[in-house]
């Protein structure tokens, strides 16, 4: 199985944000959790897409892949309020 680049492991850790928080709308305007993050705090966001990489396997197990986006969900709410 070939390895995911960055920008894959992005997508799938912007996905896990999104599903997670919903939009968010500022002025009429929405925006994804994911871009706000991106946006807002880069460090945050790279910890976080990097965090995730570390904890699943290669072999991309469906089972794993299960088990460790609920438990991305659940520290994500968490830890949503920590900023606050």
Known sequence: MAKRSYYEW????????DDCEGEV?????LFSPSYILKEL???AYRE????YMDSIEEEDDP???????A????????TKYDYY
């Not at 992005?10 to 944000?17: A, W």
């Not at 089972?63 to 986006?69: A, F, G, T, Y």
């Open 10 to 17: 992005c997508q799938v850790y912007d996905e896990i944000l």
């Open 25 to 29: 709308m500022i002025a009429g305007v």
């Open 41 to 43: 705090d880069p460090i």
């Open 48 to 51: 976080g897409v990097l965090a």
């Open 63 to 69: 089972e794993s892949l299960k088990e460790m986006d």
């Open 71 to 78: 438990y991305m969900l659940d520290i994500i709410e968490q």
